[in-house]
């Protein structure tokens, strides 16, 4: 019987179970976190370049109407 406001006890082996499930539990949430920070990082870089392809488009479309009106 357990006293109220105490834990039970558990043998080695117990402690040595739990403690082995927690760290598959942590390592699996680590390489989920990883993996979504790797994706968010991936998406914003993506956006980035699109913007500075997208300028650098403009900005050659503005020479190319320089230069042919200089002419």
Do not use: H, W, Y
Not at 9 to 24: A, I, P, V
């Amino acid at each position: 019987m357990q006293k109220r406001g105490r834990p039970e006890l558990k043998s080695d082996n117990e402690t040595k179970e739990t403690f082995e499930k927690f760290k598959d539990c942590t390592s699996k949430l680590s390489c989920i976190t990883e993996c979504e920070a790797f994706s968010s990082g991936f998406i914003l870089d993506t956006r980035i370049m699109a913007e500075v392809m997208q300028g650098l488009e403009e900005t050659e479309n503005m020479l190319q109407t320089t230069v042919i009106s200089k002419l």
